[in-house]
């Protein structure tokens, strides 16, 4: 069974610009999930989908985070515009619905904001 | 948003010995789970606990649930050089639909030779 897919895997940007990720999840996972791991901290999540449809993002900075997954499969994460402290690892996640022990992560990008 | 107490923070030990690491909340949970995460890679699952009171293992891996459903901890028994990492717990609620994941700040795990 393939894993979680994430790209890119690296990104240096400038304060300011934007930026985007992508992932896609293992197939069949209704669930997709993208976390926030700061260095030295464990994964805050930061949006949950259910197949399309948005089930939790009050953790999510809306005011520079914009996330969505259009026809239930794959998933872009966007910033705009970036502030030094987005400096972080990414990590989308799936699960099929409800179960926990099906919980999958990718492996992340790596986002220095410079 | 809430993080889970994790503790210690890291530990040094020699090869060979055992490892103990414990997670407290202040909030309830359905689950809790065991992850590990190396360098560059997303966390893994290691072991999930699902009722309060649990003791479940894994190899050489044991945790267990706590009876108040707001603690776990894991032991690893004779650390081999492949267990060093960063161990993180982290805790589940199902209910209403939004079931992402709350987790500890992480053990990071160094064997010295």
């Known amino acids: 069974e393939a894993g979680v897919a994430q790209s890119p895997r690296y990104k240096i940007i400038e304060k300011r610009q934007s930026v985007a990720f992508w992932c896609n999840p293992i197939?069949?996972?209704?669930?997709l999930y993208w976390y926030q791991q700061i260095l030295g901290q464990g994964p805050k999540l930061l949006i949950q989908f259910q197949n399309n449809g948005v089930v939790d993002d009050s953790q999510l900075p809306k005011d520079r985070f914009s996330a969505e997954r259009l026809k239930g499969v794959d998933s872009t994460l966007k910033i705009q515009p970036a502030k030094l402290e987005d400096s972080a690892v990414y990590l989308c996640?799936?699960?099929?619905?409800?179960?926990?022990?099906?919980?999958?992560f990718g492996s992340g990008t790596r986002l220095t904001v410079v | 948003g809430q993080q889970l107490n994790q503790s210690p923070q890291s530990m040094f030990i020699q090869e060979g010995e055992d490892v103990s690491m414990n997670c407290t909340s202040s909030s309830i949970f359905n689950t809790w789970l065991w992850y590990k995460q190396d360098p560059g890679e997303g966390p893994v699952l290691l072991i999930a606990?699902?009722?309060?009171?649990e003791l479940t293992s894994n190899g050489r891996l044991t945790a267990q649930f706590g009876i108040t459903r707001k603690d776990s901890f894991l032991n690893i028994s004779a650390s081999i050089p492949s267990d060093v990492g960063i161990y993180f717990c982290?805790?589940?609620?199902?209910?209403?639909?939004?079931?992402?994941?709350?987790f500890g700040k992480g053990t990071h795990l160094i064997i010295q030779p």
């Open positions: 996640a799936s699960s099929p619905r409800g179960a926990v022990y099906g919980y999958t």
């Open positions: 606990l699902y009722k309060a009171g």
């Open positions: 197939s069949g996972h209704a669930t």
């Open positions: 982290a805790g589940h609620m199902t209910g209403g639909g939004a079931d992402g994941l709350t």
